[in-house]
């Protein structure tokens, strides 16, 4: 059974001699031929200090590590602000800023040293530069000087710019800055009010991705490139389930103040991603993208989408008391260990074919270990009072 020691022993194969953490192939080894990227090295620094606060031993020079990558390293842009992409991409994209918003936010916690001048900056650049207020939504790409920006919009740097900025809320109210992380938790139920509330639940929890500049929905996008890793075509199945968890960790953290549709809306978009995802193409697993009339498109099966299930599933278990989800939750975790786990790793592969061979047409190797981490904390440190739980 995977366990997050030795997951935790497997992400500690990623940090790079000069600082921050690399990408990791398919025998848990750095490769050498992939630049540093900051959406690996924030979410690597965040697992580190989430095993921080949790007494692994090691786990602070490793988060302290990813900190001092983020804001000495050459991923930070110390001329304009703000994180390039990869050392090799200049490209300022909400995605990457979100996760340097969530590593600040769990360093400040675990005080890491940096941590808070961290997520200060990464929240002020998160401000200035893609939260547009008239909207309610972040914007998605600028180019280095942030002269430009790009015209597409899009719902999966929303949905970690939710998560991130519920983080810092957490983060902020626990150093006595109450009126800053209202301020922010309101800004994170504007955009889950906006694309789950408002263009899932209309598309009958079918939510669409893709967005212009007026964010009038793409469904077409990427049409000819479906198994792009950050932004593929339809229905993705793995979103569904975040977006869900991510309305109960907002529900929790608005307290009686939160609205009811957010109990209503994870229950929607949980229930249709494990209905219409669950062996959509006649084998177990869930396909990696669904078409707009719920038949599968790209059918290979990612290790995130199934965790994201998992997690779904363990918080609507907690929330509502109903057995089904913890039932799902288990029987999801075993097919996981049946399927995925690489013991030779301590983590799981990334991506396997419907049969269960180890795939890599959208990811090569087993990357970083975020969502697999968040999956095992769940079952490291129970539900509390709040279900924001250990998933930040």
Not at 137 to 149: F, G, I, P
Request: glycine residues 10%.
């Amino acid at each position: 059974m995977t366990d997050l020691d030795g997951l935790l022993a497997f992400a500690a194969r990623s940090r790079l001699p000069g600082g921050g953490f690399g990408y990791l192939g398919a025998d848990g080894t750095v490769l050498p031929d992939r630049p540093q990227e900051t959406w690996i090295v924030a979410r690597m620094t965040h697992v580190f200090a989430l095993a921080q606060l949790l007494g692994r031993p090691g786990a602070d020079d490793l988060a302290r590590s990813g900190v001092d990558a983020l804001r000495q390293g050459p991923l930070h842009d110390g001329v304009d602000g703000g994180w390039r992409a990869a050392e090799d991409d200049d490209t300022k994209s909400a995605y990457v800023h979100a996760f340097a918003v969530l590593a600040g936010a769990t360093t400040t916690v675990a005080g890491v040293p940096g941590g808070r001048a961290l997520l200060d900056e990464a929240l002020a650049v998160w401000d200035t530069r893609f939260w547009d207020d008239a909207e309610g939504l972040a914007v998605e790409e600028w180019n280095a000087d942030w002269s430009r920006l790009s015209d597409y919009r899009g719902a999966n740097a929303n949905m970690h710019g939710v998560e991130a900025t519920l983080a810092a809320a957490d983060a902020l109210s626990l150093a006595g800055g109450a009126g800053e992380a209202a301020r922010l938790r309101q800004h994170a139920l504007r955009s889950t009010g906006r694309i789950v509330h408002g263009w899932a639940r209309e598309r009958d929890w079918r939510l669409p991705e893709h967005f212009d500049a007026a964010w009038t929905p793409l469904p077409e996008h990427n049409r000819d490139r479906p198994a792009d890793p950050f932004r593929p075509y339809g229905v993705t199945v793995g979103h569904q389930f975040e977006w869900a968890r991510l309305c109960l960790h907002l529900r929790a953290a608005l307290g009686d103040a939160a609205p009811a549709w957010l109990l209503d809306d994870a229950v929607g978009m949980f229930d249709a991603a494990a209905g219409r995802g669950w062996a959509a193409d006649g084998t177990p697993g869930f396909p990696y993208t669904l078409d707009w009339d719920d038949r599968p498109v790209v059918t290979a099966r990612m290790h995130w989408v199934l965790c994201e299930g998992i997690a779904a599933a363990a918080v609507l278990g907690a929330v509502t008391g109903e057995d089904r989800y913890a039932d799902l939750a288990a029987a999801w975790r075993a097919h996981g260990e049946e399927r995925f786990a690489d013991p030779s790793t301590g983590s799981w592969h990334h991506e396997l074919a419907p049969s269960g061979e180890v795939a890599s047409g959208t990811w090569a190797g087993q990357p970083d270990a975020y969502h697999l981490a968040q999956v095992l904390l769940l079952e490291d440190a129970p539900v509390r009072g709040s279900v924001a739980l250990a998933l930040r």
